[in-house]
Protein backbone atom coordinates (compact mmCIF):
# COMPACT_ATOMS: atom_id res chain seq x y z
CA UNK A 1 0.00 0.00 0.00
CA UNK A 2 2.57 2.17 0.95
CA UNK A 3 4.33 1.70 -2.40
CA UNK A 4 1.30 2.52 -4.29
CA UNK A 5 0.71 5.76 -2.54
CA UNK A 6 4.44 6.60 -3.08
CA UNK A 7 4.00 6.21 -6.79
CA UNK A 8 1.31 8.01 -7.40
CA UNK A 9 1.87 10.84 -5.60
CA UNK A 10 5.53 10.95 -7.29
CA UNK A 11 3.51 10.74 -10.69
CA UNK A 12 1.07 13.39 -10.11
CA UNK A 13 3.25 15.66 -8.21
CA UNK A 14 3.37 18.33 -10.94
CA UNK A 15 -0.19 17.97 -11.31
CA UNK A 16 -1.09 18.84 -7.34
CA UNK A 17 1.28 21.66 -6.94
CA UNK A 18 -0.77 23.30 -9.98
CA UNK A 19 -3.65 22.52 -8.38
CA UNK A 20 -2.62 24.17 -4.66
CA UNK A 21 -1.46 27.04 -6.54
CA UNK A 22 -4.89 27.40 -8.01
CA UNK A 23 -6.47 26.68 -5.21
CA UNK A 24 -4.93 30.05 -3.51
CA UNK A 25 -5.10 32.40 -6.28
CA UNK A 26 -8.88 31.65 -6.61
CA UNK A 27 -9.29 32.59 -2.90
CA UNK A 28 -6.98 35.57 -3.01
CA UNK A 29 -8.69 38.22 -4.12
CA UNK A 30 -11.74 38.00 -1.62
CA UNK A 31 -12.79 39.29 1.70
CA UNK A 32 -9.81 37.37 4.11
CA UNK A 33 -12.02 36.15 6.68
CA UNK A 34 -13.78 33.98 3.82
CA UNK A 35 -10.10 33.26 2.40
CA UNK A 36 -8.69 32.21 5.91
CA UNK A 37 -11.24 29.99 6.94
CA UNK A 38 -11.57 28.31 3.60
CA UNK A 39 -7.73 27.79 4.04
CA UNK A 40 -7.86 26.63 7.45
CA UNK A 41 -9.77 23.16 6.65
CA UNK A 42 -8.22 23.74 2.68
CA UNK A 43 -5.02 23.15 3.63
CA UNK A 44 -5.02 21.04 6.83
CA UNK A 45 -4.28 17.59 4.90
CA UNK A 46 -7.08 17.14 1.83
CA UNK A 47 -6.29 14.33 -0.73
CA UNK A 48 -7.33 16.39 -3.71
CA UNK A 49 -8.74 13.07 -4.97
CA UNK A 50 -11.97 15.12 -6.92
CA UNK A 51 -9.35 17.99 -9.02
CA UNK A 52 -6.84 15.33 -9.36
CA UNK A 53 -9.73 13.31 -10.74
CA UNK A 54 -10.90 16.26 -12.87
CA UNK A 55 -7.56 16.61 -13.97
CA UNK A 56 -6.73 13.24 -14.84
CA UNK A 57 -9.75 12.62 -16.27
CA UNK A 58 -9.30 15.31 -19.17
CA UNK A 59 -5.67 14.31 -20.14
CA UNK A 60 -7.53 10.94 -20.88
CA UNK A 61 -9.67 12.25 -23.25
CA UNK A 62 -6.66 14.36 -24.50
CA UNK A 63 -7.46 17.51 -23.37
CA UNK A 64 -4.77 20.06 -23.69
CA UNK A 65 -5.62 23.55 -22.59
CA UNK A 66 -4.59 25.23 -19.81
CA UNK A 67 -7.92 25.17 -18.04
CA UNK A 68 -8.27 22.25 -16.55
CA UNK A 69 -6.08 23.15 -12.98
CA UNK A 70 -8.49 26.14 -12.48
CA UNK A 71 -11.49 24.16 -13.05
CA UNK A 72 -10.70 21.62 -10.56
CA UNK A 73 -10.80 23.83 -7.92
CA UNK A 74 -14.12 23.51 -8.42
CA UNK A 75 -14.58 20.20 -6.77
CA UNK A 76 -12.41 20.91 -3.53
CA UNK A 77 -14.08 23.73 -3.17
CA UNK A 78 -17.51 22.18 -3.33
CA UNK A 79 -16.20 19.53 -1.26
CA UNK A 80 -14.88 21.98 1.60
CA UNK A 81 -17.88 23.90 1.84
CA UNK A 82 -19.67 20.53 2.45
CA UNK A 83 -17.03 19.57 5.43
CA UNK A 84 -17.70 23.21 6.33
CA UNK A 85 -21.65 23.31 7.11
CA UNK A 86 -21.53 19.39 8.51
CA UNK A 87 -19.77 20.31 10.98
CA UNK A 88 -21.99 22.64 12.27
CA UNK A 89 -25.06 20.32 11.56
CA UNK A 90 -23.40 17.48 13.39
CA UNK A 91 -21.58 19.51 16.13
CA UNK A 92 -18.38 17.82 15.00
CA UNK A 93 -14.99 18.77 17.54
CA UNK A 94 -12.62 17.61 15.14
CA UNK A 95 -11.80 17.59 11.33
CA UNK A 96 -8.22 16.20 10.17
CA UNK A 97 -6.53 16.81 13.39
CA UNK A 98 -7.65 19.97 14.40
CA UNK A 99 -10.43 21.56 15.44
CA UNK A 100 -13.16 22.06 13.60
CA UNK A 101 -13.83 25.99 12.33
CA UNK A 102 -17.22 26.81 13.72
CA UNK A 103 -15.02 26.34 17.14
CA UNK A 104 -13.10 29.24 15.99
CA UNK A 105 -14.98 31.32 13.72
CA UNK A 106 -18.36 30.80 14.81
CA UNK A 107 -21.35 28.95 13.11
CA UNK A 108 -22.86 32.02 11.23
CA UNK A 109 -19.34 32.71 9.73
CA UNK A 110 -18.29 29.19 9.34
CA UNK A 111 -21.61 28.79 7.13
CA UNK A 112 -21.43 31.77 5.36
CA UNK A 113 -17.65 30.93 4.52
CA UNK A 114 -19.08 27.63 2.87
CA UNK A 115 -21.72 29.54 1.00
CA UNK A 116 -18.99 31.34 -0.53
CA UNK A 117 -17.47 28.42 -1.54
CA UNK A 118 -20.32 27.78 -3.81
CA UNK A 119 -20.62 30.96 -4.93
CA UNK A 120 -17.16 30.79 -6.42
CA UNK A 121 -17.60 27.22 -7.85
CA UNK A 122 -20.32 28.78 -9.92
CA UNK A 123 -18.21 31.41 -10.78
CA UNK A 124 -15.37 29.68 -12.16
CA UNK A 125 -17.18 27.07 -13.90
CA UNK A 126 -19.27 29.16 -15.91
CA UNK A 127 -15.84 30.52 -17.67
CA UNK A 128 -15.66 27.34 -19.84
CA UNK A 129 -18.96 29.06 -21.43
CA UNK A 130 -20.02 24.92 -21.43
CA UNK A 131 -24.03 24.73 -20.13
CA UNK A 132 -23.33 21.14 -19.39
CA UNK A 133 -20.95 21.82 -16.94
CA UNK A 134 -22.76 24.03 -15.23
CA UNK A 135 -25.86 21.93 -15.06
CA UNK A 136 -23.39 19.27 -13.70
CA UNK A 137 -22.30 21.57 -11.16
CA UNK A 138 -26.21 22.54 -10.28
CA UNK A 139 -27.45 18.95 -9.95
CA UNK A 140 -24.52 17.92 -7.85
CA UNK A 141 -24.82 20.14 -5.29
CA UNK A 142 -28.72 19.66 -5.33
CA UNK A 143 -28.15 15.69 -4.77
CA UNK A 144 -25.22 16.45 -2.13
CA UNK A 145 -27.54 18.65 -0.06
CA UNK A 146 -30.55 15.80 -0.38
CA UNK A 147 -27.98 13.41 0.69
CA UNK A 148 -27.21 15.06 3.92
CA UNK A 149 -30.77 15.89 4.82
CA UNK A 150 -31.50 12.02 3.92
CA UNK A 151 -29.17 11.55 6.27
CA UNK A 152 -29.99 13.63 8.70
CA UNK A 153 -33.65 12.26 9.16
CA UNK A 154 -32.10 9.03 9.63
CA UNK A 155 -30.02 9.64 12.43
CA UNK A 156 -30.28 6.55 15.15
CA UNK A 157 -33.14 5.39 12.45
CA UNK A 158 -31.80 1.41 13.07
CA UNK A 159 -34.78 0.57 10.54
CA UNK A 160 -31.81 1.83 8.22
CA UNK A 161 -31.49 -0.71 5.25
CA UNK A 162 -28.49 -1.29 3.26
CA UNK A 163 -30.54 0.26 -0.27
CA UNK A 164 -31.32 3.64 2.07
CA UNK A 165 -27.98 3.39 3.11
CA UNK A 166 -26.68 3.36 -0.85
CA UNK A 167 -29.00 6.37 -1.37
CA UNK A 168 -27.21 8.76 1.08
CA UNK A 169 -23.66 7.68 0.38
CA UNK A 170 -24.78 7.81 -3.82
CA UNK A 171 -25.48 11.31 -3.10
CA UNK A 172 -23.41 12.88 -0.56
CA UNK A 173 -20.36 11.27 -1.93
CA UNK A 174 -20.51 9.60 -5.44
CA UNK A 175 -22.34 12.24 -7.40
CA UNK A 176 -19.41 14.38 -6.51
CA UNK A 177 -16.25 12.06 -7.68
CA UNK A 178 -18.64 11.29 -10.81
CA UNK A 179 -19.08 14.69 -11.60
CA UNK A 180 -15.42 15.62 -11.32
CA UNK A 181 -14.60 13.02 -13.42
CA UNK A 182 -16.99 13.85 -16.03
CA UNK A 183 -16.29 17.26 -16.14
CA UNK A 184 -13.04 16.57 -16.95
CA UNK A 185 -14.37 14.36 -20.12
CA UNK A 186 -16.97 17.31 -20.88
CA UNK A 187 -13.95 20.18 -20.57
CA UNK A 188 -11.82 17.94 -23.78
CA UNK A 189 -15.11 17.72 -25.44
CA UNK A 190 -15.00 13.81 -25.59
CA UNK A 191 -17.08 11.44 -27.31
CA UNK A 192 -20.13 10.15 -25.52
CA UNK A 193 -18.98 6.78 -24.93
CA UNK A 194 -15.54 8.68 -23.37
CA UNK A 195 -17.95 10.69 -21.10
CA UNK A 196 -19.94 7.67 -20.23
CA UNK A 197 -17.32 5.80 -19.39
CA UNK A 198 -15.88 8.30 -17.26
CA UNK A 199 -19.38 9.07 -15.88
CA UNK A 200 -19.45 5.18 -14.44
CA UNK A 201 -15.54 5.10 -13.24
CA UNK A 202 -16.70 8.10 -10.90
CA UNK A 203 -19.31 7.03 -9.45
CA UNK A 204 -18.40 3.60 -8.65
CA UNK A 205 -15.56 4.78 -7.21
CA UNK A 206 -17.02 7.70 -5.62
CA UNK A 207 -18.97 4.85 -3.26
CA UNK A 208 -16.18 2.56 -2.59
CA UNK A 209 -14.51 6.05 -1.49
CA UNK A 210 -17.67 5.99 1.29
CA UNK A 211 -17.42 2.28 2.27
CA UNK A 212 -14.27 2.47 3.10
CA UNK A 213 -14.55 5.94 4.75
CA UNK A 214 -16.97 4.23 7.29
CA UNK A 215 -15.09 0.88 7.36
CA UNK A 216 -12.66 3.23 9.00
CA UNK A 217 -14.53 5.12 11.20
CA UNK A 218 -14.10 1.35 12.61
CA UNK A 219 -11.30 0.27 12.17
CA UNK A 220 -8.68 3.01 11.79
CA UNK A 221 -6.37 4.47 14.27
CA UNK A 222 -7.17 7.49 15.33
CA UNK A 223 -4.51 9.49 15.24
CA UNK A 224 -4.05 8.72 11.37
CA UNK A 225 -7.67 9.41 10.60
CA UNK A 226 -7.77 12.50 11.95
CA UNK A 227 -10.84 12.34 14.56
CA UNK A 228 -11.91 9.87 17.11
CA UNK A 229 -13.11 6.24 15.85
CA UNK A 230 -16.83 5.62 16.39
CA UNK A 231 -17.47 9.42 15.60
CA UNK A 232 -20.64 7.97 12.56
CA UNK A 233 -22.07 6.10 15.54
CA UNK A 234 -21.68 8.89 18.17
CA UNK A 235 -23.17 11.18 15.39
CA UNK A 236 -26.27 9.09 14.90
CA UNK A 237 -25.04 7.92 11.55
CA UNK A 238 -25.89 4.03 11.17
CA UNK A 239 -23.56 3.22 7.87
CA UNK A 240 -22.99 -0.20 5.99
CA UNK A 241 -20.60 -1.93 8.73
CA UNK A 242 -23.10 -1.83 11.52
CA UNK A 243 -26.27 -1.78 9.13
CA UNK A 244 -25.16 -5.27 8.13
CA UNK A 245 -24.50 -6.66 11.43
CA UNK A 246 -27.67 -5.72 12.62
CA UNK A 247 -29.43 -7.71 10.28
CA UNK A 248 -28.13 -10.49 10.82
CA UNK A 249 -27.39 -10.70 14.94
CA UNK A 250 -29.36 -12.64 17.16
CA UNK A 251 -31.77 -10.93 19.14
CA UNK A 252 -30.34 -10.89 22.30
CA UNK A 253 -26.96 -8.79 20.06
CA UNK A 254 -29.12 -7.06 18.07
CA UNK A 255 -30.91 -5.22 21.61
CA UNK A 256 -27.28 -5.13 23.01
CA UNK A 257 -26.05 -2.75 19.92
CA UNK A 258 -29.34 -1.12 19.73
CA UNK A 259 -29.28 0.13 23.30
CA UNK A 260 -25.96 1.35 22.97
CA UNK A 261 -26.72 3.39 19.68
CA UNK A 262 -29.66 4.89 20.89
CA UNK A 263 -27.44 6.31 24.01
CA UNK A 264 -26.50 9.03 21.56
CA UNK A 265 -22.78 8.55 23.70
CA UNK A 266 -20.92 5.87 24.90
CA UNK A 267 -17.79 4.57 26.54
CA UNK A 268 -14.45 3.41 24.95
CA UNK A 269 -15.79 -0.09 26.04
CA UNK A 270 -19.03 0.33 24.75
CA UNK A 271 -17.47 1.31 21.39
CA UNK A 272 -15.65 -2.30 21.51
CA UNK A 273 -18.67 -4.42 22.04
CA UNK A 274 -20.59 -2.87 18.65
CA UNK A 275 -17.31 -3.58 17.39
CA UNK A 276 -16.67 -6.57 18.18
CA UNK A 277 -20.54 -7.72 17.32
CA UNK A 278 -19.74 -6.02 14.15
CA UNK A 279 -16.44 -8.31 13.10
CA UNK A 280 -18.69 -11.00 14.65
CA UNK A 281 -21.36 -10.77 12.01
CA UNK A 282 -19.40 -9.87 9.20
CA UNK A 283 -20.25 -6.22 9.08
CA UNK A 284 -16.40 -5.06 8.59
CA UNK A 285 -15.59 -8.24 5.91
CA UNK A 286 -18.68 -7.42 3.84
CA UNK A 287 -18.16 -3.35 3.75
CA UNK A 288 -14.79 -4.32 2.68
CA UNK A 289 -16.16 -6.78 -0.33
CA UNK A 290 -18.68 -3.81 -1.22
CA UNK A 291 -16.04 -1.38 -1.79
CA UNK A 292 -14.04 -4.15 -3.57
CA UNK A 293 -16.92 -4.91 -6.29
CA UNK A 294 -16.89 -1.14 -6.99
CA UNK A 295 -13.64 -0.70 -7.12
CA UNK A 296 -13.41 -3.62 -9.79
CA UNK A 297 -16.46 -2.31 -11.35
CA UNK A 298 -14.99 1.12 -11.92
CA UNK A 299 -11.81 -0.09 -13.40
CA UNK A 300 -13.90 -2.19 -15.67
CA UNK A 301 -15.10 1.25 -17.30
CA UNK A 302 -11.38 2.42 -18.45
CA UNK A 303 -11.25 -0.50 -20.47
CA UNK A 304 -12.84 1.53 -23.81
CA UNK A 305 -9.32 3.99 -23.48
CA UNK A 306 -6.00 2.88 -25.20
CA UNK A 307 -3.49 1.94 -22.03
CA UNK A 308 -1.64 5.09 -21.58
CA UNK A 309 0.10 6.27 -18.52
CA UNK A 310 -2.80 8.90 -17.22
CA UNK A 311 -5.59 5.47 -17.57
CA UNK A 312 -2.67 3.52 -15.33
CA UNK A 313 -2.69 6.51 -12.88
CA UNK A 314 -6.78 6.49 -12.61
CA UNK A 315 -6.48 2.19 -12.06
CA UNK A 316 -3.93 2.95 -9.62
CA UNK A 317 -5.96 5.60 -7.78
CA UNK A 318 -8.61 3.01 -7.84
CA UNK A 319 -6.76 0.57 -5.99
CA UNK A 320 -5.47 2.76 -3.24
CA UNK A 321 -8.97 4.01 -2.38
CA UNK A 322 -9.25 0.72 -0.84
CA UNK A 323 -6.30 0.07 0.81
CA UNK A 324 -5.96 3.60 2.32
CA UNK A 325 -5.68 4.24 6.41
CA UNK A 326 -7.45 8.03 5.98
Known amino acids: ?10 DVAQDLA ?11 PYLPFVSHVA ?18 SARLCGYQGDYDKTLS ?29 HSIWGAP ?42 QLLRRQDLSTDE ?40 YHLGVAFQLVDDLLDYTADAQILGKATGTDLTEGKLTLPVIYALNRSTV ?5 METIIQQGTFTTREFDTILQLVTKYGGIEYTRKRA ?21 LLEDLADYVVVRQM
Open 1 to 10: MKGLKERILN
Open 18 to 28: AIEKALVENLN
Open 39 to 56: KYIMFSGGKRIRPLLMVL
Open 73 to 101: VVFEYLHVATLLHDDVVDGAEVRRGNPVA
Open 109 to 150: GTVLAGDFLLARSIAIAAQTDQIAILEILAHTTAQMSQGEID
Open 163 to 202: EQYMEVIKRKTACLIQAACQTGALLARAPEDQVDALVHYG
Open 252 to 256: EDRNR
Open 292 to 312: QEHIDQAKRYLRIFDVSETRR
